[in-house]
């Protein structure tokens, strides 16, 4: 009898034991999912990795408040009618929708792939297994197609990405340089973008200034091809 009763009072000390253990674990899921709703609420609403925008426009406070100068053009600029916005699907790498801390540079790359498009080069950086992209890129045939919004991040240039457009140009051949169509279409989106926002010809780059690499290949390899670029954009702004 009293083995009898010994059983009974370990077997329902096991069963209360296993309750107490379930409802430790439901409530360690619960605090776990609330502290995972509280941080993305946080980000959400002061936009503490970034600023990121949301797909309504929407700039979060107060991050909003805070941009710099060139960031507001950024926001309120209207592209014109010569440039095509195709605008990239936002994901975690090629874009992001953290916005720039600032516009300095405007940073011009080669897309190191011979005779293809502006649009071949968009739907690249648009698949989401894609880790690179830029705001814009100039076709062979003088297009201009714009992959993301100005006042966002592209994932171009490096350690330039926070405070720099970023602009692939196409070429027809290995040797990197730009054909006319395209050439006279850079120059002309490149004095847009330091007209808008105060910038000049020294603070157009390549991406080779930035971390050494051969980009734009033609015009790391002829220095006076560079130089002359710069030039062109200068006596395209005084025009202006």
């Known amino acids: 009898m009293i083995e009898e009763a010994r059983a009974e009072y370990y077997k329902r000390r096991k069963k209360r034991r296993r ?15 609330l502290t ?35 960031v507001k ?3 309120e600029t209207e592209m014109p009618e010569w440039i095509d916005i195709e605008l990239i699907h936002k994901h975690s790498t090629a874009r992001t929708g953290r916005y720039l801390s600032d516009i ?53 240039s490096n350690s330039k990405n926070k405070d720099s457009i970023s602009i692939e140009v196409c070429h027809p051949d290995s040797s990197g340089k730009f054909n006319d169509e395209t050439y006279n279409s850079l120059i002309k989106l490149v004095s847009f973008l330091c007209d808008k926002f105060s910038l000049d010809e020294n603070d157009i780059i390549r991406h080779y200034d930035i971390t050494g690499k051969i980009c734009p290949k033609y015009y790391v390899e002829n220095e006076d091809a560079w130089e002359t670029f710069k030039r062109d954009v200068k006596e ?4 202006d």
């Open 104 to 156: 300095k540079n405007i940073v011009i790359h080669y897309v190191g792939n011979p005779e293809t498009s502006a649009i071949n080069n968009r739907n690249y950086f648009d698949k989401v297994t894609t880790g690179v992209s830029s705001h814009f890129v100039v076709g062979l045939e003088g297009e201009i197609v714009q992959c993301v919004p100005l006042y966002e991040r592209s994932a171009a």
């Open 73 to 75: 053009i950024a926001k």
């Open 19 to 33: 309750k107490i253990v379930a409802r430790r674990i439901i409530l360690a899921v619960l605090i776990i999912s």
């Open 36 to 70: 995972t709703l509280l941080i993305t609420t946080v980000v959400s609403l002061f936009g503490y990795l970034g600023g990121g925008q949301r797909d309504n426009g929407f700039v979060p406070w107060p991050y909003g408040l805070n941009l710099s100068k060139n």
């Open 236 to 239: 395209s702004l005084d025009e």
